[in-house]
């Protein structure tokens, strides 16, 4: 190996190893629904690993827990879709703030017979932007419904 082969494979090891406080920052909060819709798109379209993927660059925290809960929702979701299918639609149902600090969006992955919910959290500690802090789903959907008279 080149001395600068050497040079730039350490530089790229570095690189990929910068803390969570270098993670690019969405500017809005309109870019928060626009980036986790593309990650809900990638989810529908059955390929997991690139939504998490198009997310990372935006973590506020270790990236080693999110790869790992990544690589989780990958084997969960394809016994998801051996059990119910492919996805029909994604909708985009609440958005939660606190302040200027916090934001929580949440989406529903919907299949024929069921429904998954997905939680996007972000958090902006300064004026540089949010970041991506959490990301969950789970089958329970009851904190989801809201009191709404029929029409």
């Known amino acids: 190996m080149t001395r600068l082969t050497s040079w730039l494979l350490a530089a790229l090891i570095c690189t990929l190893s910068l803390p969570a406080a ?6 809005s909060r309109e870019d ?3 980036q986790t819709g593309v990650f809900m798109d990638s989810v529908a379209s059955g390929d997991i690993q690139a ?5 990372r660059p935006h973590l506020g925290v270790d990236s080693q827990p999110y790869d790992q809960s990544a690589k989780d929702a990958v ?37 024929r017979s069921a429904a998954i919910a997905w939680e996007f959290t972000f958090y902006r500690p ?14 329970d959907i009851e904190y989801l419904y809201r009191d709404q008279p029929i029409r």
């Open 75 to 111: 084997g969960y979701f394809s016994q998801v879709a051996d059990q119910a299918g492919k996805t029909l639609d994604t909708s985009q149902v609440r958005t939660e703030v606190i302040a200027n600090d916090f934001t929580r969006i949440s989406w529903l992955q919907k299949f």
């Open 32 to 34: 928060l629904l626009q």
């Open 22 to 27: 270098a993670a690019d920052a969405l500017g």
């Open 126 to 139: 300064d004026a540089d932007g949010w970041k991506l802090v959490g990301v969950s789903y789970s089958t």
């Open 51 to 55: 939504a998490y993927r198009h997310l």
